[in-house]
């Protein structure tokens, strides 16, 4: 149709990018166009407006160039047909993303051994996979059972603060730790997930919001047990089976000596690395297992039909316990290595935005994609941190990335709402997922 | 007793701008379902506008203090509502029909662009604004805790209620009233019945966001200081007073923003003031806890 009149439509393009730059700018106008200076007498205002007319010429072009875009794929699209989601696609798209899956799996294992992997590549990829980590952990709470937990980060906090403390209190290593820190979390889980999960939808976000909230007021003020603000220092790092990682031990061998190697710092970023790496794929395996049993399907079921499953006699409360726990048990692991890693930790690291990140990991990644989490992840935390030097701009990015995506691929990046396993082999997945296709 | 008395009146004021912030809330929530969690950075831009205006006052030099507080007030809810326009055009209105987590994904990622935004365009540190409106009446009962009640303080309860009543004579006598109260109840329906429903709810947002910036411009004179992070939790508590009056219901948010006002107040005043945050939310879990649908909202029906 387009090609048929052009000139009208192409006039209406513009004469729409140049509404949307006016009001680009009528919306800079105030904010940037004028600016608050500290000054010794108080406030004063200075005026800005090349920054408003760059705004507007901005979104002017922004805008422009998308509806191009959109008019010429559209000419495309109209051309080619939209190929219709079949059986066999879906399978190619499910086998496409398990080869995907074993690809990233193989390239973290040997990326500490890659030339080009200094000391910070790994750093940032430990950062990375504790992300990694938390979206899988979160997953089974949002992308399986259907829970919207926007206080995750209390878990997190959880578990590092129990590590910290317990390292500290009774002096033991990271590895005895880390299942007392997993079952506190998972403890703390239940008792918060006990009295809310009767509660619908939104109303447990925010119920969850406001628990993280609490949390995080909680260790900012009891700073006899917390540090408060200043938070707990001198955390112990991790040993190998016992080696520690340090140029010299008074008590023993250290890991460099025992090995005969020579002392490097880059033993313990490489080792944290691994461990990380071992901690994140059992969450993994771990959630592609228990999606299979009954309590994994019954949370799928429970996110598609609450009322259905009541009536097939499955108990709401237990179940969305069961996933609330376990997902706040591999949080509070999480949380201990991150502790361990840091070797610091104070309420700044829990607060709100940590939530909002691993939320919008899940469900950008597209809700129960194991895969689309990597992805949301490199794309949410990972690009970012290569941007460190922008930092002022980073995270206006990021919560503009947030609504882009969201806009784009209002399912996720690699959206996946089929049930995991069917109980009748023959019968044909086009039957459930024709209302879905669309999008 | 005294004590209880100044208590009180601060309260009350607090609550009267919670009231406001959590219309916007409570008027979203009542049409489309979803939770503009934006809507809190709204509250904070209007507040940056009206500082912004007030200094803009004083380079026009208009010093005349009701005809600049006007001003400032019709600017600052032009330029928000504007905001609150534009958020809903990009981010909400696309997700529309969606799944329910989409518009609230995107509703955060508006909430953290907006909050970096004016970091960015205004700097991070604290904006304090020079006192507008000084004095007021002083209620001391001669001995004991001196209690007053600031010029201002009468002002923002005062304007409050003339919104409210103007606000709640909108919804009830007029068209654009009796088309949001359709769109509510079915949008479809509505949509059949030849109500715009897109303009409908854009006017909510506008609206909502007009309010919000009232409440910003009066945190603005009662504070005196701002920065760019007073949003997200001037939001939370907010919708934590629309769930509590319950959330769709108007005269609901008020009273919910009057209750949360008031409890911070006295738990500041006679428990502990870090732990004032914490008895907010620990209010707003019993609340859905034991009355789901608020003090005043109705019970949901469960649809199959």
Request: glycine share 10%; hydrophobic share 55%; proline share 4%.
């Amino acid at each position: 149709m387009a090609s048929a009149r052009p000139l009208p439509l192409f006039a209406g393009i513009i004469k729409d990018s140049f509404l949307a730059g006016l009001i680009a700018a009528l919306l800079a106008m105030p904010l940037l166009g004028l600016r608050l200076v500290d000054s010794v007498q108080g406030l004063s205002l200075d005026t800005r407006f090349n920054w408003v007319l760059i705004a507007g010429i901005v979104v002017f072009l922004g805008r422009l160039c998308l509806a191009l875009a959109g008019v010429f794929l559209g000419q495309r699209k109209e051309r080619r047909g939209v190929a219709p989601r079949t059986a066999s696609r879906t399978a190619k798209q499910n086998s496409w993303r398990v080869v995907m899956g074993w690809v990233l799996i193989l390239g973290a294992l040997i990326l500490p051994m890659l030339p080009f992997a200094e000391r910070n590549l790994i750093d940032k990829a430990t950062l990375l996979l504790i992300y990694v980590m938390l979206g899988w952990g979160l997953n089974i709470v949002v992308g399986l059972a259907g829970l919207l937990d926007l206080g995750y980060v209390a878990f997190y906090a959880m578990g590092a603060y129990s590590y910290a403390l317990l390292s500290q209190a009774f002096d033991l290593s990271f590895w005895a730790c880390l299942p007392v820190a997993g079952l506190l979390a998972a403890w703390l889980g239940m008792s918060l997930g006990f009295p809310v999960l009767r509660l619908r939808g939104d109303y447990l976000a925010i119920v969850t919001l406001g628990f993280g909230e609490i949390i995080r007021v909680v260790l900012l003020n009891w700073a006899d047990v917390t540090g408060g603000p200043n938070g707990l220092t001198g955390i112990q790092r991790p040993s190998f089976f016992g080696l520690p990682f340090s140029a010299s031990n008074a008590k023993g061998t250290t890991f460099h000596e025992f090995f005969g190697l020579d002392f490097s710092p880059d033993h313990r970023v490489v080792f944290l690395y691994y461990v990380i790496l071992v901690l994140a794929l059992l969450t993994n395996l771990f959630v592609l297992r228990i999606r299979r049993l009954p309590i994994g399907r019954a949370w799928e079921a429970l996110r598609e039909d609450e009322t259905a499953c009541r009536s097939l006699g499955i108990n709401p409360t237990t179940t969305k316990l069961s996933a609330f726990s376990l997902g706040a048990m591999f949080a509070g692991f999480a949380g201990s290595f991150f502790a361990t890693r840091q070797g610091f930790i104070s309420p700044e690291s829990f607060t709100f935005m940590e939530s909002a990140i691993i939320v919008a990991i899940v469900v950008l990644g597209g809700m129960g994609s194991q895969v689309g989490t990597v992805l949301a992840a490199f794309l949410l935390v990972g690009l970012p941190e290569w941007f460190r030097d922008l930092q002022q701009f980073r995270m206006l990015a990021f919560g503009g990335a947030m609504v882009l995506i969201m806009l784009w691929r209002p399912r996720g990046l690699l959206s996946n709402r089929e049930p995991t396993i069917r109980l009748h082999k023959n019968a044909s997945p086009d039957d459930a997922t024709e209302g879905e296709s669309a999008s | 007793m005294d004590y209880f008395v100044q208590q009180l009146i601060n309260g009350l004021t607090m609550g009267a701008i919670y009231g406001l912030i959590a219309i916007g809330y409570t008027m979203v929530y009542g049409i489309i379902g979803m939770i503009n969690f934006a809507h809190g950075e709204v509250y904070m831009i209007g507040a940056f506008i009206s500082l912004i205006g007030f200094l803009l006052m004083g380079v026009l030099g208009i010093t005349y203090v009701p005809l600049s507080l006007l001003l400032v007030l019709f600017i600052a809810m032009f330029f928000t509502a504007a905001y609150g326009w534009a958020i809903e055009r990009i981010a909400y209105r696309p997700l529309r029909g969606s799944t329910r987590l989409a518009p609230l994904i995107s509703a955060i990622g508006v909430s953290i662009a907006l909050q970096n935004y004016v970091q960015i365009a205004q700097g991070a540190r604290v904006k304090p604004l020079q006192p507008v409106i000084k004095g007021g009446f002083d209620l001391s009962s001669g001995s004991g805790y001196p209690v007053s009640v600031s010029y201002l303080q009468i002002m923002i309860v005062l304007l409050t209620v003339v919104l409210m009543t103007g606000f709640t004579l909108l919804i009830a006598r007029t068209s654009l009233g009796r088309a949001q109260r359709a769109t509510q109840q079915d949008m479809t329906m509505a949509a059949l019945l030849g109500v715009n429903v897109d303009r409908v709810i854009s006017t909510t947002f506008v609206i909502g966001a007009a309010l919000a910036a009232v409440a910003g411009t009066m945190v603005t004179l009662y504070y005196g200081v701002i920065d760019f992070y007073i949003g997200f939790i001037a939001g939370i508590k907010a919708f934590t007073a629309a769930v509590l009056g319950g959330i769709g219901s108007l005269p609901g948010a008020m009273l919910g923003g009057l209750l949360i006002g008031l409890i911070e107040a006295f738990w500041s005043a006679y428990f502990s003031i870090e732990y004032k945050d914490v008895a907010v939310f620990a209010i707003l879990v019993l609340v859905l806890l034991f009355r789901p649908t608020g003090l005043l909202g109705r019970p949901e029906i469960e649809k199959v």
